[in-house]
């Protein structure tokens, strides 16, 4: 009887935990954002260069504009809808990019110092410690005044932007999963250390490098608004999300429409994206309970 009831008692503990709505909501509002962006030629009414002057300034609809500009038109008269479609685009495109590249380079220094110790490992605490004590937008003005405006070039300065806490990370995992004993295992049957890095160590971490990496995704959304806001990221005639803040700002009496609808955008999938990171933190990192 006493089993039956440890076991009966253990049962509820042991199934899986429903999915909260908040993150129900978070994954339906990025899941939207992609279909956005990936399908953005097709969904969007105008081209996004398109001027109508006898347009310009027109209100959304429901404050006394028409339905043909559902989200109003701005300075030139170009359709706000259209250029938000393809903003989405633009800002999800230069975020992932960034992320991956920045998770890759951090991984890769991490690991590198884990395995090395010594001189090198020594040498990659320096950079990061560098990097942490480096204001980015410091680093950011810099690069861009000397070597011009680009999204390649965006993309890659974004993905200075954090690496040092990936390679925190992954310096930290690893060192941890060398004292594992399937680690000294693979170790003494003479695995290289590629096997013994990419086969083995890898799979174990990459958990916690996933909810790094999505921890990191929307710092890196505001952080590519916050240099498009001071002009210093998408370039015209490409568009972003921060790049339609920063032009809408001087019409935020006259035309705050302008300016309106892509800071919800912002707000809403940084937040969406943030309480995903925590859930996937909770239910894949092993250290959290």
């Known amino acids: 009887m006493t089993e039956l009831a440890s076991a009966s008692a253990a049962r509820p503990a042991t199934r899986r935990r429903p999915i909260p709505r908040g993150v129900v909501l978070a994954f339906g509002w990025i899941l939207l954002m992609i279909l956005v962006g990936a399908f953005a030629d097709v969904l969007r009414p105008y081209s996004i260069t398109a001027l109508d002057l006898s347009a310009r300034l027109t209100p959304p609809i429901g404050f006394g504009g028409p339905i043909t500009h559902p989200l109003g038109t701005d300075e030139l008269g170009r359709d706000v809808?259209?250029?938000?479609?393809?903003?989405?685009?633009?800002?999800?495109?230069?975020?992932?990019?960034?992320?991956?590249?920045?998770?890759?380079?951090?991984?890769?220094?991490?690991?590198?110092?884990?395995?090395?110790?010594?001189?090198?490992?020594?040498?990659?605490?320096?950079?990061?410690?560098?990097?942490?004590?480096?204001?980015?937008?410091?680093?950011?003005?810099?690069?861009?005044?000397?070597?011009?405006?680009?999204?390649?070039?965006?993309?890659?300065?974004?993905?200075?932007?954090?690496?040092?806490?990936?390679?925190?990370?992954?310096?930290?995992?690893?060192?941890?999963?060398?004292?594992?004993?399937?680690?000294?295992?693979?170790?003494q049957l003479g695995a290289g250390p590629w096997r013994l890095y990419v086969h083995h160590m890898l799979p174990n971490i990459s958990a916690t490098m996933i909810v790094s990496a999505t921890l990191a995704f929307p710092e890196i959304i505001l952080a590519e608004s916050g240099l498009s806001f001071l002009g210093l990221g998408v370039q015209p005639p490409m568009t972003s999300l921060g790049n339609m803040v920063g032009y809408g700002r001087g019409y935020i009496s006259s035309a705050p429409w302008i300016l309106l609808f892509p800071s919800i955008v912002i707000v809403i999938t940084t937040l969406a994206i943030s309480i995903t990171g925590d859930w996937l933190r909770d239910r894949l990192d092993p250290t959290v309970s």
């Open 81 to 187: 809808l259209s250029r938000l479609i393809v903003s989405i685009r633009v800002s999800l495109l230069i975020a992932f990019g960034a992320t991956v590249l920045g998770v890759f380079l951090g991984g890769t220094l991490g690991l590198v110092a884990a395995h090395f110790r010594g001189l090198i490992e020594q040498i990659v605490l320096m950079l990061i410690d560098a990097q942490a004590a480096l204001p980015f937008i410091i680093l950011a003005l810099s690069v861009l005044a000397f070597f011009g405006n680009s999204l390649a070039l965006l993309i890659a300065l974004l993905a200075l932007y954090g690496w040092e806490r990936h390679a925190r990370v992954a310096r930290g995992l690893a060192l941890a999963a060398s004292t594992q004993g399937y680690m000294l295992a693979v170790r």
